[in-house]
């Protein structure tokens, strides 16, 4: 998208103001110096059963730098983005700086890392949702969800959020680089009850475009199809079955990936893939592709959080883990490059099969559909894999019932290495792209 001019100009006087961060920086003494502003605005508005809740309207911003006396680092942050107040924030800066120890590991990033000329991914798509739209806009999503069932009795409330902003990255290595995104989403959480039972879910639709959103009353729907799918759920037998972690909820499980693949769990030693790179840690079945600079997409970006320029990768290659992902700090600590991972990952594409849900369930034959995790019982130390979770039984390859209050348990390991297939049912709305996954087996505490 062709950016306006006011934005183009607003990205510059950041730049003008990060500029002369920097400069007082190095007027200060610094040997080197990084620091990032943002300025963000928008609209949030939340109803329930048609009545206004909540309406936010906020317009703010934050700057953070680090700066270096050698070895030496001191940081400091602001939300007041006055002259003055970056002024103050630069020597905070440096107060600190003087005090802290030497690490050999500390710094900017390489010059040679660095993103000088950021392509455009098409991220900016502001929209001029006025409150009164939003509010219709919930109210239609409740009211959607009520039409549908009788057994939808009532609402935890419908949100809507409009939001766009910038970032701007600059160092004294002399780069100064920036770029304007969007984001607008909406959700619906609605209750329902059945013979004393009560149910709750939701459905929530999330894109760089508000025309790319969802409508509205198609969620408050989705909202409603979850909840009373989920009415009359019980627990099944203690028993060891297949799983299946429907897209929405698999996404997480490559989560723990992340974490566990991450420079700063590597070489603090404390993760369960220490020394993996080249070893097979997944089913020969897995391959993970990141692609940082798809257009549109809600994880893209050109650079990473310290100005790193940000590159496809293959991850996961057919089981095989192909690299540690590192910012610049953990690449030194490794004895590597800098990936561009200072701040996350950036679209990772999980390569799937053919098969829609409803296929993975007949390959399944007989296990549980999770849908739903609770808890935080995972420890990517060790791999250990524990947590509350609701969902379906699934026999003869049909969904039979709802499922509620079991634990399923593992090992994150062999969680890897025992995935069967990935379905096609792609879930597009966060940073980890990908179908829903059946792992051979797993062990579940019900009765």
């Known amino acids: 998208m062709q950016q306006s001019p006011s934005i183009q100009q607003e990205i510059a006087d950041v730049k003008e103001a990060v500029s002369q961060v920097l400069a007082h920086a190095k007027k200060l003494g610094a040997s080197s110096a990084e620091a990032s502003m943002s300025r963000t605005r928008g609209l949030s508005v939340e109803t329930r059963h048609g009545e206004v809740e909540t309406v936010e309207f906020n317009q703010d911003g934050g700057l953070g730098i680090s700066l270096y006396f050698g ?3 001191g940081s400091a942050s602001t939300a007041d983005l006055s002259p003055e107040a970056l002024k103050r924030t630069v020597e905070a800066a440096a107060d600190i700086a003087r005090y802290t120890s030497e690490d050999p590991h500390a710094g900017v990033a390489e010059a040679a890392w660095l993103e000088l000329s950021p392509p455009d991914l098409d991220l900016y798509y502001p929209d001029s949702i006025g409150t009164e739209q939003a509010i219709a806009l919930c ?18 409330g419908a949100s809507f959020s409009t939001h766009q902003g910038l970032k701007v990255y600059g160092n004294s290595h002399g780069q100064l680089v920036g770029y304007p995104s969007s984001r607008h989403s909406f959700s619906c959480v609605v209750i329902g009850e059945q013979d004393e039972d009560m149910q709750r879910d939701y459905s929530f639709t999330v894109a760089r475009r508000y025309a790319d959103l969802l409508d509205p009353k198609r969620v408050g729907i989705e909202a409603a199809i979850e909840t009373v799918a989920r009415l009359g759920a019980r627990k099944v037998a203690t028993q060891k079955v297949p799983i299946i972690f429907r897209a929405d909820i698999a996404s997480g499980l490559f989560g723990h990936l992340v974490s566990a693949i991450s420079g700063g769990s590597i070489y603090r030693k404390s993760s369960f893939l220490l020394d993996k790179v080249g070893s097979n840690i997944m089913a020969p079945t897995v391959t993970i592709k990141e692609l940082p600079h798809l257009k549109q997409a809600l994880a893209s970006s050109p650079f990473d959080g310290e100005g790193v320029k940000t590159r496809d990768l293959v991850v996961v290659e057919q089981g095989v883990l192909n690299t540690y992902l590192t910012s610049s700090y953990s690449a030194r600590k490794l004895g590597m490059a800098s990936t561009g991972h200072a701040g996350g990952i950036h679209n990772w594409l999980v390569q799937h099969g053919n098969d829609d849900l409803a296929a993975l369930c007949k390959q399944m034959g007989k296990g549980l559909l999770v849908t739903e995790l609770m808890g935080q019982g995972v420890n990517t130390v060790t791999g ?3 947590r509350g979770a609701s969902g379906f039984w699934v026999e003869h390859g049909e969904i039979q019932f709802p499922v509620a209050e079991v634990t399923i348990a593992g090992n994150l390991a062999d969680m890897f290495m025992n995935i069967v297939a990935i379905g096609n049912d792609v879930d597009r709305r966060g940073g980890v792209l990908t179908g829903s996954v059946l792992i051979s087996q797993m062990q579940i505490a019900g009765d």
């Open 139 to 156: 109210a239609s999503a409740e009211e959607a969800a009520f039409a549908y069932d009788p057994r939808i009795t009532n609402s935890e």
């Open 71 to 73: 070895q030496r680092k």
């Open 384 to 386: 250990d894999y524990s």
